[in-house]
Structure formats: C-alpha cells, structure tokens
C-alpha cells in the first residue's frame, strides 16, 4: 500500500528542511528539536479531553520519578489503571511530548493513566529506564485504591521504545505478585542483537520519520553490546513468554521496527499469551500521534484503543 498521503506531506517537508538527523547532534539537541515539533507546536484544542490532570512525584530506585496521572470525567469501581511509558529511543521525550498520548488513552479507555517520566540515557544508562518503570509500575499497584480502585485491572502500555519497556516490565512482573491485566505495545523496539534478520531495518531505513541510523545512535546511548541480550532488553529473546497478560500490538508497514513487532506478537501467540496483532498499511513509525494529521493514523489510534479496552474488559 502506498504511504498516507497526509503523513507522505509531512515527511516532504521534513525532508526540504534540511532539519538534520537526531543521531548528528546531541542528546540535549535531539530533545529540543522533539520537543519542538510535539509541544511547542502543537493545537491544544485538538487533545482528547479528560477529567483531571495531575502532576506528582514518587520515590524510585534512583530518585523521585516525576509522573503525570490523568483521570476521566467518569469514574467507576471498575475504572481500568494503565501505565504508560512514551517513547523516544531511550533518550528523549518526557510526559510533556507524550500528553496526547496519555490524554488518548483515557478518554478512549476511560481508564486512569499514569505516564511515568523515567530516567533517560546517556546520563543514565541501562537498566536506569526500566528500573524506574517497574517501580512505577509496582507504585501503581500498591496505591491502586486511589486510582482506578480495580486492582484486576491494571495494565501496562507504551509506544516504541516505551513498548520495549511495557514489554519488559509485564515480563518481569510475571510470577511476582504483581498481576498484570494486558499490555499494549505500539510499534515496540523488542530486539537489540545487531545479527538479528529484519528486512523491515532495510527496506525502510531512509526516509520513514525513524531511520536506522537513529536506532543506532540511540542503542549506543542506552546499551553496551554486552547488554543486548539482556532480557530487560530483548525482550523478543526471551524463552519463555507464556503467562504473560494478553496484548495488543501494532506496527506501522513503513517502520524500520515492524519485523520484530510482528515476531514478539507472534512468539506472544505461539506462547498461548491472548495477542492482538494489527499491521497499519501506509503508517509510519510514530503514527500514535499523527491522527490530528492524518485520518488514517486516526483511525489506526481508534483501533489500537477499541482493542486494548476489550481486553480490559
């Protein structure tokens, strides 16, 4: 299928900028710069609308751990708790650049969100990241009775490499105690090992909003090679995924990612995990924020949502 044409637009008009690539900067450039193009420039009359916003602060392993706690404008005892991580490579975004993203999920889901703003690389490399989600996750669950108030359903979520460590916070929750409802995993970075076959790293390293020269840059601020395999990394290295809650997962068709997406969702399967699996012909990475764009990525929002509030019942 050929490329949205309201996302191809923008992608034109990237590409006669001559804006430069994150992985030719800084760390601090490549913040600004996706702060720029996420906050600074965006609508505020387009956000879903909620019930209450709130920012607050919880201790973590390395420190308070700033988090933002969306709430929707009905309440029930059934009230659905997700925690979300946003994306950005490990090294940029923040609860700012993901708003809508938080402000998405509880309106579609009426769930209570909890958007966690974790310790970001190169200043604080792995497992700084995924520690902070974990405890952030394990916060939720033990403070349950003033959020959602259901503790049979919390769920984790999170987009690219926020999906990666939605992955691997329900991997590591498993068997603890800490029972996790579903995840959603949007276009999630699962697989480190440079070895690993993908062609969707080949066919759509150029030109797709996320190149592969990012990935690259943004592996080496995160890991060491002696990390790749990590499980808290690679999630799709992992034996044994079976007991893991149900998922949803989307991947975008023009997304250097969507190879090792669709093979988690499908080791999920295989593993008798409840998975969701949906390809979005025409996207491309990052479309979750694209929909006030493009009608398409609207669309693929709508479906990724309508799936994951199913699970929740």
Not at 16 to 23: D, H, M
Not at 147 to 161: C, F, K, M, Q
Not at 241 to 255: R, T, W
Not at 279 to 289: N, S
């Amino acid at each position: 299928m050929p490329l949205d044409p309201q996302i191809k637009a923008i992608l034109d008009l990237l590409a006669q900028s001559g804006t430069p690539s994150l992985a030719s900067g800084t760390p601090e450039q490549a913040r600004t710069a996706f702060r720029l193009t996420t906050v600074d420039m965006r609508d505020p009359s387009t956000l879903a609308p909620v019930g209450s916003v709130e920012n607050t602060q919880i201790d973590g392993p390395g420190g308070a751990i700033p988090i933002r706690i969306y709430r929707p404008q009905t309440m029930t005892a059934t009230t659905p708790t997700i925690v979300f991580f946003h994306g950005g490579g490990f090294v940029i975004g923040d609860l700012d650049t993901h708003d809508d993203a938080g402000r998405l999920l509880c309106h579609d889901i009426e769930a209570v969100v909890v958007s966690v703003d974790y310790r970001l690389a190169p200043e604080h490399r792995f497992p700084a990241g995924f520690d902070d989600c974990l405890a952030a996750t394990q916060w939720v669950a033990a403070n349950i009775a003033t959020l959602g108030g259901d503790a049979t359903r919390i769920a984790v979520a999170g987009d690219s490499a926020g999906g990666n460590l939605a992955a691997a916070v329900a991997i590591s929750a498993r068997g603890t105690g800490l029972r996790l409802a579903a995840q959603l995993l949007i276009y999630p970075a699962v697989d480190f090992n440079h070895e690993s076959d993908h062609p969707s790293r080949i066919d759509n390293a150029e030109g797709f909003f996320l190149t592969q020269a990012d990935m690259e840059w943004f592996r080496e601020q995160y890991l060491t090679d002696a990390e790749m395999l990590d499980p808290r990394a690679s999630v799709l290295h992992v034996e044994d995924l079976s007991g893991l809650p149900p998922a949803v997962v989307g991947v975008a068709e023009f997304d250097p990612l969507r190879d090792e997406g669709e093979a988690y969702a499908k080791k999920l399967a295989n593993a008798g995990v409840q998975t969701v699996l949906h390809r979005f012909d025409g996207m491309v990475h990052g479309f979750y924020g694209m929909g006030v764009v493009s009608p398409a990525a609207a669309d693929a929002v709508r479906t990724l949502n309508g799936d994951f509030k199913k699970l929740l019942g």
